[in-house]
């Protein structure tokens, strides 16, 4: 049963809500946060003791400031009671998990490493929560939460921030004041001093005091429970107010040294074991503590003092975490290294290595090749798991306790590169400054390839904080070091320089691409026909302002994929910026065929990692080809997953998409905000951004705000950007309802060359609509109707009512009205299926206006429109037969949540069944 609290009314309530919606199969994360002492453990008792009496199943872990850079190790110890349930995952999830707990070897090349192998570390988190909480609910409890390992932290927190109808509730309780840890995305709830008569309350119950000392405990505890209870037991320099100006924490540390102190010296050491060592395991604590010269009958003064309890005879869990921080920061130096010795040797039997290696560099004090090598040896084990910022304090290390200089400069290289896959630019651009000053200061020619490696990741942290240019200064520096010699290395550093110029201007792009042309070719690399490729394209992409396109361009698209995968690519990381050239001229189809096998192939392997740039490239396709449903499904889940992973380039990219979504039904508030949002997250959405907002303001008539809109776009620097090139036709839409012609005339030709060069029926179809609305009436009527034929060479539905809108319009303007009732009905009809309502209501008045009777209403775009992102993604996959199970593994949700989802769809569709939806869809 769960103990008295005193003033804490409001928490009790909240955590009781979460307890009772878990009951229900709604699950909940919490953070408790507050100063140390302020009832932060004591909240979590309460629910421990309400869930354990009410058939939830409890688990729980503390966070241990020695054990913060060990990868991992919160979690392993949060859900050692589960890894049973381990076989019963979906096959990426179950290997990251197995990975980050050292059960399985380390993953292949391309296969669950860096950022996104975090992620999927979090959705298997997630899915073993569920697992645990199936037959009946889970309270997952974690104290002292800032003092978890990164890798813990994140995957927990990604957990968190997908729970949905699981049953599941999880608390993290973390001190106010200790570093920065932070919980994006899950409420918060701050506990605050015990008003004066409940902390009169608990003082009473917990000590016979008299009034003159209760008066000053009062003052000297500022409502801090765990102050009220343990200053009255303190030493009397402390009761007496002589402690002076020193913080409470520093006064409950004290009085905890107090209680320590008066235990006899064995007991101490047995105490300092059990706080250095995370697992409070039991029997490694007194094999530890024999070392240290003390025994199992030594406990017994700590257990009878109140300061340690002993749970299933199995593992020591200190009172409260400040007193296991009391008991590390009273110790003496030597015997906190004494006591990092003993417990090394004592996990030597247990074939620990990880956690007996970072105990032994906690013991260093100076040079030690034997254990910079173990060290190294750990962190490449490390970052095999998906321990990325472990591995980099343990490279790091490592560097420190190497005597010789070229090994120090070899492992902090690894370190920034370590750091960078965690996905920490800044602390990577560090360490890789002070390897390359080390490489300065060395006798004798420096190592190219080493130099190249760390400037590398210089360029890419400079990249991911928006500075374009320097990133690509740095890059090509970057690929000069290595050309001769490394041939490969260079080819990668190059096509990441071109991510960069991409963003500048036409000159960089070029300048990267005759950079990317003068690598030698080496047909058994993979990089070589991708770089033929994207030399190609961009080369058609850069030409003169003519439609001239005598041959292809480029090799067809899978034939060069086909090529990349033979020479060893690793898929399908390796094809993503292959993937997003080819949007460069135009090629959609091939788009979506090529990113629809990537994600695939990413979701199987679990490279999560390169899940939102993928995601992104397919939602452009599937929007472009006539597919806005599925293109708004998948924009929505690579946002989410660029924002657990912490990509705010894709965030941006996202947002400014899902932006222009809303542009095209009309969602002015929903454009805004996406706008919003997409350029606070990043420069990289500027383009889809402005086209966007563009296309919104023509939607809603206001032609003068989409040219000035637009103008900057498409003649600026970035007018060669996929957004820009495709706003052209608007541009020159706006310009012409102004009748400002002159203004549109210069995109138009560009628009005209491009479209000749990449060869794609839609884009000469809309060079052709561009040419009819700046052409005299002669012209204008061929150019039309010789758009409208090119339009039913490939499904475009966007595009071709857009055109037969403006044909309808210019017949009418033509007294036509007969003849441009036609194409009014379709570009109405097609309209209304695209729920883009401001153009069907700009259809719908034009075909009123030709007098043909009562212009049709508009009509509901179907039941999928009243499915969410979410839910049409789900029903898709369940409408091709597969499992609950098998969706949740794909979209990296629980099953229960994909059984909710389904659940809450077929109401809205109208059927009773998963074997209904076929029809339906």
């Known amino acids: ?31 408790l946060r507050g100063e140390p002492g302020i009832g932060k453990t004591a909240l979590l008792d309460h629910a421990a003791g309400t869930a354990a009496g009410s058939g939830f199943r409890v688990i729980r872990a503390t966070g241990v400031q020695y054990e913060a850079e060990l990868p991992f190790a919160g979690l392993s110890l949060l859900l050692a009671p ?26 292949g090349p391309g296969q669950g490493s860096g950022p996104g192998d975090r992620l999927l570390a979090g959705l298997a988190v997630l899915s073993l929560l569920a697992e645990l909480a199936e037959p009946q609910p889970l309270l997952c409890l974690v104290d002292d939460a800032q003092w978890l390992d990164r890798e813990s932290t994140e995957a927990l927190l990604l957990a968190a921030r997908r729970l949905q109808a699981e049953g599941v509730v999880l608390l993290l309780a973390a001190r106010e004041g200790e570093g920065s840890w932070a919980a994006p995305g899950l409420p918060e709830l701050r506990l605050s001093a015990l008003a004066g008569p409940a902390a009169e309350a608990l003082l009473a119950a917990t000590t016979a005091l008299g009034p003159p000392e209760r008066r000053r405990i009062l003052a000297e505890a500022h409502g801090n429970p765990l102050a009220l209870i343990e200053l009255p037991a303190a030493p009397g320099r402390v009761a007496d107010g002589s402690s002076g100006g020193m913080a409470l924490t520093g006064r409950l540390q004290l009085a905890y040294h107090g209680q320590v102190t008066r235990l006899p010296a064995a007991t101490q050491s047995l105490l300092l074991v059990a706080a250095a060592e995370e697992t409070g395991e039991l029997d490694l604590v007194l094999r530890a503590g024999a070392l240290l010269g003390a025994a199992a ?46 417990l090394a040797e004592a996990l030597t039997a247990d074939g620990e290595d990880r956690r007996r290696i970072w105990h032994l560099a906690q013991a260093a004090t100076g040079p030690d090749e034997r254990l910079a090598a173990e060290l190294e040896r750990g962190a490449e084990h490390a970052a095999g798991r998906g321990g990325h910022a472990g591995a980099a304090a343990a490279y790091e290390r490592a560097a420190r306790l190497s005597p010789a200089a070229a090994d120090a400069t070899r492992r902090h290289a690894h ?16 360490l890789a400054e002070q390897a390359l000053r080390r490489i300065a200061a060395e006798p004798g020619p420096p190592d190219r390839l080493t130099q190249a490696q760390l400037l590398f990741v ?45 963003y500048l201007g036409e000159q960089q792009v070029g300048l990267v691409r005759d950079r990317l042309a003068a690598l030698a070719p080496a047909p058994e690399q993979w990089s070589t026909p991708l770089v033929r490729y994207l030399v190609a394209v961009t080369g058609a992409l850069l030409g003169p302002d003519d439609d001239a396109a005598p041959q292809p361009v480029a090799e067809p698209v899978a034939e060069v994929a086909a090529q990349a995968r033979a020479a060893g690519a690793a898929v399908p990381v390796d094809l993503g910026t292959f993937c997003g050239a080819t949007l460069i001229l135009g090629d959609d189809t091939e788009t979506v065929r090529l990113a629809g096998e990537l ?140 009748r400002r012609p002159e203004r549109a005339e210069t995109a138009s030709g560009y628009f005209r060359g491009w479209a000749g060069r990449g060869g794609q029926p839609w884009a000469a179809a809309l060079a052709l609509r561009c040419e009819a609305l700046l052409s005299t009436d002669a012209a204008a009527e061929a150019a039309f109707l010789a758009a409208l034929k090119l339009h039913g060479e490939q499904h475009r539905p966007w595009d071709r009512a857009r055109t037969e809108l403006l044909y309808g319009e210019w017949l009418r303007r033509e007294r036509r009205t007969a003849e441009a009732r036609t194409p009014l009905r379709a570009a109405l009809d097609a309209f209304q299926q695209l729920g883009a309502a401001p153009w069907a209501e700009r259809a719908r008045t034009e075909l009123g206006a030709t007098g043909g009777g009562a212009p049709a209403r508009e009509r509901p775009a179907g039941a999928l429109a009243l499915l969410t992102p979410q839910e049409s993604q789900i029903v898709r996959l369940a409408a091709q037969g597969l499992s609950n199970r098998d969706i949740a593994a794909q979209l990296f949700l629980s099953s229960r949540t994909v059984g909710y989802h389904l659940y809450k769809a077929y109401p809205k569709l109208g059927v009773a069944s998963r074997g209904e939806l076929a029809d339906v869809l």
């Open 1 to 31: 049963m769960p103990s008295q609290l005193y003033g804490r009314e409001d928490e009790q309530a909240a955590v009781d809500a979460l307890l009772a919606d878990a009951r229900q199969g709604r699950s909940g994360a919490l953070v």
């Open 415 to 430: 370190a920034a590169e370590a750091a960078m896959e965690g996905g920490e630019p800044d602390r990577a651009a560090v």
């Open 82 to 107: 589960a890894l049973d349930r381990l076989p019963g995952l979906p096959a990426p999830q179950r290997r990251s998990l197995e990975r980050a707990f050292g059960l399985a070897e380390d993953p």
């Open 458 to 502: 210089q360029g890419i942290a400079r990249f991911w904080h928006g500075d374009h240019q320097g990133a690509l200064d740095l890059l090509l520096r970057t690929a000069d070091l290595v050309t001769d010699t490394a041939p490969q290395h260079s080819a990668r550093v190059l096509i990441q320089a071109f991510h960069a110029a991409w």
């Open 599 to 738: 994600v695939a192939e990413a979701r199987a392997v679990g490279a999560v990692g390169a899940l939102p740039t993928l995601l992104f490239f397919l939602a452009e396709g599937e929007l472009f080809t006539g597919q806005p449903a599925d293109a708004l499904a998948h924009a929505t889940e690579s946002l989410r997953l660029a924002e657990d992973i912490g990509q705010p380039q894709w965030a941006s990219q996202m947002h400014s998409f899902l932006g222009y979504l809303a542009a095209v039904v009309g969602d002015e508030q929903l454009t805004r905000g996406s706008a919003e949002r997409a350029l606070a997250a990043g420069l990289a959405g500027r383009p889809w951004t402005q086209w966007a907002l563009g296309l919104l303001d023509l939607g809603q008539g206001r032609a003068e705000e989409c040219l000035s809109r637009l103008e900057p776009l498409v003649h600026g620097p970035q007018r060669h950007h996929v957004a820009a090139l495709r706003a052209v036709p608007d541009l020159v839409e706006a310009a012409v309802r102004l």
């Open 297 to 342: 009958e030594d406990l017994r003064a700590a257990e009878e003092a109140g300061l340690v309890q002993v749970e299933d005879g199995a593992r020591i869990r200190f009172r409260h975490p400040l007193l296991r921080s009391a008991v590390q920061q009273r110790a003496p130096l030597a015997l906190r290294l004494a006591t990092h010795r003993a």
